[in-house]
T-cell receptor
């Protein structure tokens, strides 16, 4: 158990719908990262937040958005869903992302299926 | 574009054979980290290499960081079925950026 929690574990929805994925980082971690992993694919970095502020953006679609709240939990919002958005979405957290020795701790992921 | 290249993308071995995956960056890295993702699981941090030429061992796993700090390798001796999974390297400090960049991973399958 990494200490990072993600809800829900599974989500099945239809095309065109909107969903919200939630992540709670490890206690004490200030940074949250979101990754997308499609079937048999690598980890595609979406976005990073640090202490409530957006820190870095990866290949995140305009239909997707995220935020980190004062209690440091984060939500990833996916809208106008398409079949191709079906994937595993991982959240990871770390203590201090500016330290080169910083490591990331991943949550169990949310499996999104768009029908 | 992809800044950390990992090869091979897939590797299938017989149980007991050795396995190696390689990670390459076009620029010098501050450090390299390795993660393992078991089938159906999430990536888990294995180890971090910081010094040029550093070699670290974890039981049957040997991790190396190149002298120029641009490449790394993970070698598994005498694979076991518990080694199945995808191994990711992640480089810190590519092109001076203060962030971790993951490679695409090497998926290891083992024939028992």
């Amino acid at each position: 158990d990494s200490g990072v929690t993600q809800t829900p574990k599974h989500l099945i929805t239809a095309t065109g719908q909107r969903v919200t994925l939630r992540c709670s980082p490890r206690s004490g971690d200030l940074s949250v990262y979101w990754y997308q992993q499609s079937l048999d694919q690598g980890l595609q970095f979406l976005i990073q937040y640090y202490n409530g502020e957006e820190r870095a953006k990866g290949n995140i679609l305009e239909r997707f958005s995220a935020q980190q709240f004062p209690d440091l939990h984060s939500e990833l919002n996916l809208s106008s869903l398409e079949l191709g958005d079906s994937a595993l979405y991982f959240c990871a957290s770390s203590v201090e992302p500016t330290l080169h020795t910083d490591t990331q701790y991943f949550g169990p992921g949310t499996r999104l299926t768009v029908l | 574009g992809q800044q950390v290249m990992q090869i091979p993308q897939y590797q299938h071995v017989q149980e007991g054979e050795d396995f190696t995956t390689y990670c390459n960056s076009s620029t010098t890295l501050s450090n390299i980290q390795w993660y393992k993702q078991r089938p159906g699981g999430h990536p888990v941090f294995l180890i971090q290499l910081v010094k040029s030429g550093e070699v670290k061992k974890q039981k049957r796993l040997t991790f190396q960081f190149g002298e120029a700090k641009k490449n790394s390798s993970l070698h598994i001796t005498a694979t076991q079925t518990t080694d199945v999974g995808t191994y990711f390297c992640a480089g810190w400090g590519i092109q001076g950026a203060q962030k971790l960049v993951f490679g695409q991973g090497t998926r290891l399958t083992i024939n028992p």
